[in-house]
């Protein structure tokens, strides 16, 4: 008896880290155990729109008038360039005509221009990305936070401060850990690099928004563009939902189609 009463603790300790799964979701956050270097976050907080600061908890007209003062600062200082090249020229007349919501569309639920955002209420409508290094301490996020920039958090304080939030765990496909803990170590060496997110040159590392963090680490040490576009001068934005739908990632935590929840 006793034997098998060791034997049932220990599983119910084990299986108290695991995930809740329901009808094929997560509902916890992926535990620290399952974590390894290179790994990618996508947090979402349910009914909050998770604007392009990326800041945990729930947007408002604050978020949409930071963009807004943003974009049309960016705008100004495309018309004061001597020369703008014919992307530049393109970029101009999409930004100057896009509302926030369409914004929020585009960035986060991949819907075309001049479309409506549905705010969260589609599949795995995700508006940041975190990337996991394992350190001495234990699991660290590194991530790109407006007024912050690039930054490492413990995991426990990355979870902490994300109270309710779903969480979908990637994992790059095919790649040894050893490369997959260098796009974390290429991650790390950007912190304190501003939060610039009207920047869309990929390759610039002057300053990052959290998927441009993402995308450039993984490419300088997998070796590959996750979206299988190596050239990283981009119209708009790579967004963290188009990463979190690469066909180079393996999702292990997936709470599904986020419109259920």
Known sequence: ???????????????SFLPVVLNGQTSTPPPAAMLQSGDLLFPKKKGAVVPYNSKPGQAGDQEAEEWQKE????????????????????????????????????????????GTASFGNGPASTGHVGI???????????????????????????????????????????????RRTAVA???A?????????????????SGFYCSKLAWLSIVN???FAPDGNDNPKRLLWYSPKQLLHSIRLELLVNPGNYGTK
Not at 1 to 15: D, E, G, H, L, P
């Open 185 to 187: 170590k290429f991650a």
């Open 132 to 178: 996991v290094e394992i350190t001495e301490g234990g699991p660290t996020v590194v991530e790109a936070i407006m007024g912050t920039g690039v930054r490492r958090i413990s995991y426990a304080d990355w979870i902490k401060d994300r109270p309710d939030e779903l969480v979908w765990l990637g994992r790059l496909k095919g790649i040894p850990a050893d």
């Open 221 to 223: 040490s997998a070796g």
């Open 71 to 114: 974009r049309d600062e960016y705008l100004a200082s495309l018309k004061s360039k001597p020369e703008v090249d014919e992307q530049e020229k393109e970029r101009f007349l999409v930004l100057e005509n896009m509302s926030y919501p369409e914004f929020l569309g585009l960035y986060l639920d991949d819907e075309p221009l001049k």
């Open 189 to 205: 060496t950007m912190i304190g690099k501003p939060y610039r997110f009207f920047n869309f040159d990929l390759k610039d590392d």
């Open 1 to 15: 008896m006793r034997k098998i009463f060791a034997f049932t603790s220990v599983f119910s300790i084990a299986f």
